[in-house]
């Protein structure tokens, strides 16, 4: 039986979970924020290069079918510090990276 996500809070946690294993899967170390503010949702290690990673889940765009976004992008604090997004598709529960716009 299937289980859907009732709210944003929920599905933000269920992302959380996938962008880890995705991580994994590429060679990277994780480390996660123990909290749940801060500007970043973990931080991420491969090769020598350290980046901090938030996690978003990705939003249906009513207008355009099967555009996917996300809401709200970055804050000036993470553009500073150099936080990456990383999208979370809820329907078939995929990451990715998202471009950001300067």
């Known amino acids: 039986m299937e289980r859907k996500a009732e709210n944003s809070s ?7 979970f996938y962008a880890v294993t995705w991580f994994w899967d590429q060679g990277y170390e994780v480390f996660l924020n123990p909290g749940s503010s801060g500007m970043a949702d973990m931080v991420i290690y ?6 901090l990673i938030d996690i ?35 329907e078939t529960r995929k990451c990715r990276f998202v471009e950001h716009h300067a």
Request: charged residues 40%; without cysteine; hydrophobic residues 25%.
């Open 10 to 16: 929920r599905i933000g946690d269920i992302a959380e």
């Open 46 to 51: 491969k090769d020598g290069k350290t980046t």
């Open 56 to 90: 978003k889940h990705l939003r249906r765009d009513l207008r355009v079918d099967k555009n996917w976004y996300v809401k709200n992008g970055r804050t000036p604090k993470q553009k500073e510090h150099g936080v990456q997004l990383v999208g979370f598709h809820p």
